[in-house]
């Protein structure tokens, strides 16, 4: 949910710094006021993560994809959330889907599974790190100056686009230094192939939509016992593709929300310790 409002503010920045080729009636100080006014978001999310691997001790190839479908309420002013949606996967001629449902307020985040809350409190420094994180404004600037950026009109909206690595994305969110020790942890790379956000406003400078993709792979370490159980005896470092497509649309910002806490929170039972890495 942070994230989005991070590719919004990729666009505050960007045009306060000057960047933005303005070939449009849009105004750089009506965006700026608008996102700069946001109190209150209503939006719906749908993100697809389609992975192809291949089993280096096998040679069998794997195909994953992964649906996640939202609709999200998030009052900045009261800083307070909720999420419900569903995810679907689908793997080896299988599928299961599951809701999903997600509630946080200025102390605390929780998450719904299987009709069951949990209590994200306990969750390592390192991970809850990736979640609560807050955004490096300074690294924006930076990042948004070296772009070539031009505002053009398409139809009745108002469209950039830019390309963005993984690398890019996470120290925008201030997320690079505790993802890269879970990265570290399992000596895993990860290199960005392809990669691009754009966005649309109305002439006021009201955003509408925001979309942005990814395509990664992602290189493991072979174990010892992969390379004695592989058929060919020289096996290569397995790496797997990832494509992440994601699309918010906004149905509305400042308009009031109803966003109470859900029953059962009281009870939530505290989330798996996970390995500190």
Same mark, same amino acid.
């Given at each position: 949910?942070?994230?989005?409002?991070?590719?919004?503010?990729?666009?505050?920045? #960007?045009?306060?710094?000057?960047?933005?080729?303005?070939?449009?009636?849009?105004?750089?100080?009506?965006?700026?006021?608008? !996102?700069?006014?946001?109190?209150?978001?209503?939006?719906?999310?749908?993100?697809? @993560? =389609?992975?192809?691997?291949? $089993?280096?001790?096998?040679?069998?190839?794997?195909?994953?994809?992964?649906?996640?479908?939202?609709?999200?309420?998030? $009052?900045?002013?009261?800083?307070? =959330?909720? @999420?419900?949606?569903?995810?679907?996967?689908?793997?080896?001629?299988?599928? @299961?889907?599951?809701? #999903?449902?997600?509630?946080?307020?200025?102390?605390?985040?929780?998450?719904? @599974?299987?009709?069951? %809350?949990?209590?994200?409190?306990?969750?390592?420094?390192?991970?809850?790190? /990736?979640?609560?994180?807050?955004?490096?404004?300074?690294? /924006?600037?930076?990042?948004?100056?070296?772009?070539?950026?031009? !505002? +053009?009109?398409?139809?009745?909206?108002?469209?950039?686009?830019?390309?963005?690595?993984?690398?890019?994305?996470?120290?925008?969110?201030?997320?690079?230094?505790?993802?890269?020790?879970?990265?570290?942890?399992?000596?895993? =790379?990860?290199?960005?192939?392809?990669? %691009?956000?754009?966005?649309?406003?109305?002439? $006021?400078?009201?955003?509408?939509?925001?979309? $942005?993709?990814?395509?990664?792979?992602?290189?493991?370490?072979?174990?010892?016992?992969?390379?004695?159980?592989?058929?060919?005896?020289? &096996?290569?470092?397995?790496?797997?593709?990832?494509?992440?497509?994601?699309? +918010?649309?906004?149905? =509305?910002?400042?308009? &009031?929300?109803?966003?109470?806490? &859900?029953?059962?929170?009281?009870?939530?039972?505290?989330?798996? +310790?996970? &390995?500190?890495?």
């Amino acid at each position: 949910m942070k994230r989005i409002m991070v590719l919004f503010l990729i666009g505050l920045v #960007l045009l306060a710094s000057g960047c933005v080729k303005e070939k449009t009636g849009l105004t750089t100080e009506k965006i700026l006021n608008t !996102l700069g006014s946001i109190n209150s978001m209503d939006y719906g999310e749908n993100t697809t @993560i =389609s992975m192809h691997a291949k $089993d280096p001790v096998s040679n069998e190839t794997l195909e994953v994809k992964e649906k996640i479908t939202i609709h999200a309420l998030r $009052d900045f002013a009261k800083n307070v =959330s909720f @999420i419900r949606g569903n995810f679907t996967i689908h793997a080896k001629g299988h599928t @299961i889907s599951m809701p #999903l449902e997600s509630y946080t307020n200025s102390t605390s985040a929780f998450i719904n @599974i299987n009709g069951i %809350w949990y209590n994200l409190r306990n969750t390592t420094r390192r991970h809850g790190e /990736l979640y609560q994180s807050t955004i490096d404004i300074k690294y /924006l600037e930076k990042l948004i100056r070296e772009k070539d950026i031009k !505002l +053009e009109k398409e139809g009745n909206l108002y469209v950039f686009r830019t390309n963005i690595t993984f690398d890019e994305l996470l120290n925008a969110l201030n997320r690079s230094s505790a993802f890269q020790g879970l990265v570290n942890t399992s000596n895993m =790379s990860i290199k960005t192939n392809r990669g %691009w956000i754009e966005m649309g406003f109305k002439e $006021d400078g009201t955003p509408v939509y925001l979309k $942005d993709y990814l395509n990664l792979t992602m290189t493991f370490p072979v174990s010892k016992s992969m390379m004695v159980n592989s058929t060919n005896g020289s &096996p290569t470092n397995p790496s797997m593709e990832l494509i992440i497509q994601d699309s +918010e649309r906004i149905f =509305s910002i400042n308009q &009031p929300l109803n966003i109470t806490k &859900p029953q059962g929170i009281d009870d939530a039972k505290p989330l798996i +310790e996970l &390995p500190s890495g």
